[in-house]
């Protein structure tokens, strides 16, 4: 495994490399930019008759969008396919 990444900094585990080190990398990352609940809460139901859009449930799915953000971008194009064809961190 190198030590650097294609962006110069430090290489992130891939899942390939061990999944259990890549998920405990990806959990410390999520917790650190305050990421982690959209893993292990399910996205509140809105409703679909209201015109007027729901800030709390607006705001949940800009942290459930940049969780799995989060979790797509350092994986290498090899595995993007797969953890870009989830709609949810969680699912990720």
Known sequence: ???YGR???PR???PEDNYKMWAAYQRAQLKKEKLWA???TDRPASS???KKSDPGVD???DMHEAALAT???PVKPVHLNTFSSVDTAKEA
């Open 1 to 3: 495994m190198a030590d």
């Open 71 to 73: 979790i797509q971008m």
């Open 12 to 14: 992130l585990a891939q």
């Open 59 to 61: 705001a949940c799915d």
């Open 48 to 50: 679909s008759n209201d």
């Open 38 to 40: 959209a893993v292990v």
């Open 7 to 9: 962006f110069g900094g």
